[in-house]
């Protein structure tokens, strides 16, 4: 009897804590469900820029936003992701954004994604038929949703990516492409389905080299059938918004306005403002000119709407230590990556960032880098040659010679229109982000010193990171200025893997892990490099070494440094240095060590061929510009 009062007991226990946790999850759900209600109402009173403006700003096919999300787990949607967003701006569209699922919902809201019009699914599968988790949450909202014409102007393809070993296979491809028809979109490339069981490639390149072609005639159609209640001055508006935009030009009216930004430690930024302020008045005739430091101007204007109804933004950052953020200027980094602010916000601004470094030290300009990249690519500013420039802090002459460069520039106001450069009289004066600087502003012609040198490395242990770190450092003591060092992975998160043809000189130190594996902050380089197929002169303008790291105890001897080597010939770069395989069972010194002596002299040769050789020199202006 006993016994069975505490069974009952046990059983009413458990039943009253089932109820209390059905309880709470009920109220967690209606919470969430108000939270989604209040999102969508702001969503719909105020439809994000990012999804309404840009398409009735658009005025031809290549300004059409196509949207490229992705749900991964293990990186591989991410990476097929990027790789069509790079097919399709090289196929000329100028208006191309990329995100994981959950990051969409974050900076937009899940309602802002009926304002969609061209969108490219890359997701994958995972579990016994899950999404990945940075897809759940837009796999939830896209089932929950009901209405039927929801998706009527949405124009999509997905790719699925699977494993026929598992249920399900690429249930989350199929998923997506049901319920974005069921909500009224119209499919225009079919899905397709990749099998990680026999290879995901056998179906992911031919997608990929299908889905890509497509896109123009959809953001054709997308043009042709946009919203018909835009006003006939709007449309005259932004049709002259984008014409002016065009991407190239440096142009300032003489009513133009001016914001100056001054960011330093050690005044030497307020140096070099000072005179192109006074310049910018007495020269050019500019009334509305304001100068202070970036910490002042978010204080002034919280909201930073202000650079966007600019006509030119200057940004002089002297930086600290490894290209560190100044002191002045750190409030403004944080306000400018919380804004939110998407890439129609600096459209019809041009931006033109200064940094000022110490070359001997790592990262030289490094935040007057990411600043420059974060204004072009996030916040749309309009590029132009001297969008970013670095320059030694201790250069008495070159801060006078880019002074002279913008405001010859600015006063010139001629476009080259072929391709939208600016004119042969305006003077390059620097590298865009670490890019080949060929040509200053006195015209000073490319001299071996300046030559950019890359060293690439992808470790497991640490051996070919440490090799790559000291050869880099004797480069610099043997007179290269323009030296930077960084695994694989940094340089594709940093750059892009198409940056790697604008590189003049490469060396890669490389090793090979498991069964001829790469290292893991290689695999993305490596993986890419296999897939790219054309054109066969991509890296026509490129030399290049490479030094493999391996072991003979071990299958496929050094067969990533071999991989490496075999794409790079492939693909059309010039090999300046032979390729060396060093042994970890007989130690890797006894290879290492005569192949680092070697290429010292070689890289500096190399460098002075690439410096007086017109063609070279051609190409790296090209790059540079």
Request: net charge neutral; aromatic share 6%.
């Amino acid at each position: 009897a006993i016994l069975q009062r505490l069974k009952a007991q046990r059983a009413n226990a458990s039943k009253s804590r089932n109820a209390r946790k059905l309880k709470a999850g009920e109220a967690d759900r209606k919470l969430v469900d108000q939270k989604e209600a209040k999102k969508a109402a702001a969503a719909a009173a105020t439809p994000s820029p990012h999804l309404k403006t840009t398409i009735s700003q658009a005025a031809s096919w290549e300004e059409v936003p196509v949207l490229f999300l992705y749900g991964t787990q293990t990186g591989n949607a991410k990476e097929i992701s990027l790789l069509l967003m790079n097919e399709a701006k090289a196929a000329g569209h100028q208006r191309c954004s990329i995100s994981a699922m959950s990051d969409y919902i974050g900076n937009h809201s899940f309602e802002a994604f009926k304002n969609e019009r061209v969108v490219v699914t890359v997701v994958s599968t995972t579990g016994m038929g899950d999404p990945p988790n940075n897809a759940e949450t837009f796999w939830r909202q896209i089932r929950r949703k009901k209405e039927k014409n929801w998706l009527e102007n949405l124009n999509f393809a997905v790719l699925g990516l699977g494993d026929t070993n598992y249920q399900d296979f690429c249930a989350m491809g199929k998923f997506f492409d049901s319920h974005f028809s069921r909500l009224g979109g119209t499919k225009f490339y079919p899905t397709g389905y990749a099998d990680d069981a026999t290879g995901i490639d056998e179906v992911v390149e031919p997608w990929r080299e299908g889905v890509v072609p497509k896109l123009k005639g959809v953001c054709e159609n997308v043009l042709r059938t946009k919203s018909s209640d835009m006003s006939a001055a709007t449309t005259a508006k932004t049709a002259k918004t984008a014409k002016s935009s065009a991407q190239g030009c440096l142009t300032l009216p003489k009513d133009g306005k001016v914001v100056v930004l001054v960011g330093e430690e050690d005044g030497l930024a307020s140096k070099q403002a000072k005179p192109l302020i006074e310049k910018l008045k007495s020269d050019l005739g500019v009334s509305s000119v304001s100068s202070m430091s970036p910490k002042e101007y978010v204080k002034a204007d919280k909201s930073l709407d202000g650079l966007s109804k600019a006509d030119l933004v200057v940004v002089i950052l002297s930086t600290s230590g490894p290209g560190e953020v100044p002191t002045n200027s750190m409030r403004f980094f944080r306000a400018l990556k919380k804004s939110g602010k998407g890439p129609e916000f600096l459209e019809s601004t041009h931006v033109v960032v200064l940094g000022l470094g110490n070359r001997n030290l790592d990262n030289f300009c490094g935040c007057a880098k990411d600043l420059s990249r974060s204004f072009a690519n996030k916040y749309g500013a309009r590029t132009h040659a001297l969008s970013l420039t670095c320059i030694a802090k201790n250069d008495e002459t070159e801060p006078e010679a880019w002074r002279d460069s913008l405001l010859k520039a600015l006063s010139e106001k001629k476009c080259d229109e072929d391709d939208g450069k600016l004119a042969a009289s305006t003077a390059v004066v620097a590298a865009d982000i670490g890019k080949p600087v060929v040509q200053d502003a006195v015209s000073r012609p490319l001299v071996w010193e300046d030559v950019p040198v890359l060293f690439l490395y992808g470790t497991e242990t640490g051996n070919a990171k440490e090799i790559s770190q000291i050869m880099s450092d004797e480069a610099k003591h043997n007179g290269h200025n323009n030296v930077r060092c960084m695994p694989m992975s940094d340089y594709m998160g940093t750059y892009s893997f198409d940056a790697l043809a604008t590189e003049p000189l490469v060396v890669v130190t490389v090793s090979t892990t498991g069964v001829a594996d790469p290292p893991g902050n290689a695999e993305d380089m490596w993986r890419a490099i296999r897939r790219k197929k054309e054109p066969k002169d991509w890296l026509q303008n490129t030399r290049f070494a490479v030094l493999a790291l391996g072991d003979t105890n071990y299958t496929d001897f050094c067969a990533v440094g071999k991989a490496f080597d075999r794409h790079f010939a492939r693909l059309g770069a010039k090999r300046f240095y032979a390729t060396g395989h060093a042994d970890d069972a007989t130690g890797i010194d006894e290879v290492v060590e005569p192949w680092k002596e070697g290429l010292v002299p070689v890289l500096k040769q190399t460098a002075h061929e690439i410096a007086n050789d017109p063609a070279a020199a051609a190409a790296a202006a090209a790059a540079g510009g």
